[in-house]
């Protein structure tokens, strides 16, 4: 083979004369709902994230980077296991991780490494092949978090991003004097609703007016029923005040509903966490937004405006610490000499809408939320400064460790690894991305969908309770506004396109069978719950 991971370590032995090569540690950082629109290296119209874009410009940035289903629960178990939704056990949030699988830590354990996971993990059953967790329970909070660990759970003192960080380091610290090569999975809670800054961070962007995207206001003509449908506007399923900071107090002197997605006990929840300290001044910095709010009560248009304003605020306000904290590991590798030896990746459990299409949330194959950042940095392998426009998946990030730790990569894993796209080598690169979420009837209210997406073309087909066909050609409508599938001039290529996407279901083993399957067990869960 010519790639580079099986000529230097092949199946964890390194080749003659390779003997003192090292593995390369591998430090995989993702946060929570971290759309790509807001990370500099990709878009600097919303904010400016040095330190994650030191990870791109000394490294690899991914610009069509994808998820097999955009859904927090979902992607994790796709990272540890390699397979798509349909095969590892977990195709929505509700699904508990089996952990008599494989995985990718129980990998790179038997080829020598030392593995640990902090931070989110929500896959619900006890963190296996790791030799040090701890993990947020389900979602996790912002201020004086609790961890799961092995001895229980343990609440800490802070913010959360901060202290995943210190986690972080702390372990690194105590691997120090080890020669095991490690992998650590750093991973942030933040920028999760209800988006709650770093207390030093409150009011960072509380001055600024930020720019709206063309579509905040789109009225959906040109789709189908689920983008009519789905419960994810900022104009009326965003909620004034676990969202947008409105006590419940001023909330209802404006005679706005409590209704639809405004709960309190979310906004209460968080509140409860903060120390006297952090709610005094959390009261200086939303007390005259509260006022304010009170005053120019905004309705219809302005008041879709004015949440907008205030969801980016605070969700580009959490984002602060999450590059700061990113800016302190780095160094901390420079430091310790652990850089150059160290993948470092940077990415996000999917996309998220940032106001576009009116929306918050994420779940569609969009391309908002379909999309996710990705950025790797391995200075003797990747050229730093690169930009790679394949189409990759995070069902690659497994087979790609794996093969750059020297290990085979498992039959039964459905990813590429990156490694040759790494060096450029990307003639032998595939030419359609496969996708399938399940979550509904659920939050949110998006429809179950699966689909292809080529670079030019995307073919989504909504099944259950509707059946609708969309394609969009992205050369031609990036906004994905107007849906051609039974326009005359797309024929030839829709019927190639349904060609490659019956191909990649069968590649990928997916069919219809198990899609109805799955659809049975689901509704029978939902009418148990129910109950
Ligand atoms: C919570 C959020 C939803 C979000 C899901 C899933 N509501 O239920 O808005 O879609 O998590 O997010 S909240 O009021 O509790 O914040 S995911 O990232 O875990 O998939
Ligand atoms: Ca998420």
Not at 62 to 79: E, G, H, K
Not at 183 to 206: G, I, Q, S, T
Not at 394 to 419: H, K
Request: hydrophobic share 30%; charged share 30%; with cysteine.
């Amino acid at each position: 083979s010519v790639l580079l991971g099986s000529v230097l370590f092949s199946c964890g032995n390194p080749k003659k004369g390779m003997e003192d090569v090292q593995p390369p540690n591998i430090i995989y950082i993702m946060s929570d709902d971290h759309a790509y629109q807001a990370i500099s290296a990709y878009d600097s119209t919303l904010i400016h994230t040095p330190n994650i874009d030191r990870i791109a410009n000394e490294g690899m940035r991914f610009d069509q980077a994808y998820v097999t289903n955009s859904i927090c629960s979902p992607s994790r178990a796709v990272t540890l296991t390699g397979k798509m939704s349909h095969l590892n056990s977990v195709k929505d949030n509700l699904d508990i991780f089996d952990t008599t699988q494989v995985t990718l830590p129980m990998y790179l354990k038997k080829a020598g490494y030392e593995t640990a996971i902090i931070g989110k993990w929500h896959l619900k059953s006890t963190p296996q092949g790791f030799d040090h967790w701890e993990v947020l329970p389900d979602q996790g909070d912002y201020y004086q978090p609790d961890f799961r660990t092995p001895k229980g759970m343990i609440q800490e003192e802070g913010y959360v991003t901060d202290i995943i960080t210190d986690k972080a380091i702390d372990y690194l610290e105590k691997k120090k004097g080890k020669d095991e090569p490690f992998m650590l999975m750093v991973h942030h809670k933040a920028p999760h609703r209800e988006w709650m800054a770093a207390m030093e961070h409150l009011n960072a962007f509380h001055d600024e007016k930020i720019k709206e995207p063309t579509t905040l206001f789109d009225t959906y003509e040109g789709r189908g029923t689920a983008a009519k449908e789905a419960e994810m506007r900022i104009s009326n399923h965003m909620g004034l005040t676990n969202d947008n900071k409105i006590s419940p107090d001023v909330r209802d002197k404006t005679n706005h509903s409590p209704f639809m997605g405004w709960y309190d006990w979310a906004y209460n929840k968080n509140i409860d966490r903060m120390t006297d300290e952090e709610k005094e001044k959390w009261e200086e910095v939303y007390g005259p937004i509260n006022k304010n709010f009170q005053k120019i009560n905004p309705k219809g248009k302005n008041l879709t405006r004015w949440k907008y304003q205030r969801y980016m605020q605070d969700y580009l306000g959490t984002l602060l610490s999450v590059d700061d904290n990113i800016g302190r590991l780095l160094d901390y590798l420079d430091e310790t000499g652990l850089s150059e030896n160290t993948i470092v990746v940077y990415t996000s459990d999917q996309g998220f809408y940032l106001g576009e299409h009116g929306w918050f949330d994420k779940r569609f194959m969009y391309e908002q939320s379909f999309r996710t950042p990705l950025m790797i940095r391995w200075p003797e392998h990747i050229q730093a400064g690169a930009v790679n426009k394949e189409l990759v998946q995070n069902i690659d990030y497994a087979p790609t460790f794996l093969e750059a730790a020297g290990v085979d990569i498992p039959e039964e894993m459905q990813g590429e690894s990156l490694l040759p796209l790494f060096e450029d080598k990307t003639d032998k690169w595939r030419d359609a991305l496969y996708y399938h979420y399940y979550e509904y009837p659920g939050i949110h209210g998006v429809k179950r969908h699966y689909g292809i997406k080529t670079k030019r073309y995307k073919l989504i087909h909504f099944y259950y309770d509707v059946d609708e066909w969309e394609l969009y050609d992205l050369d031609q409508d990036p906004n994905e506004m107007n849906n051609v599938y039974n326009s005359p001039k797309y024929a030839s290529v829709k019927m190639s396109l349904h060609k490659k996407l019956d191909q990649l279901r069968e590649e990928y083993l997916d069919s219809d069978a198990l899609t109805q399957q799955m659809l049975k067990a689901d509704l029978e869960r939902l009418r148990k719950l129910e109950e």
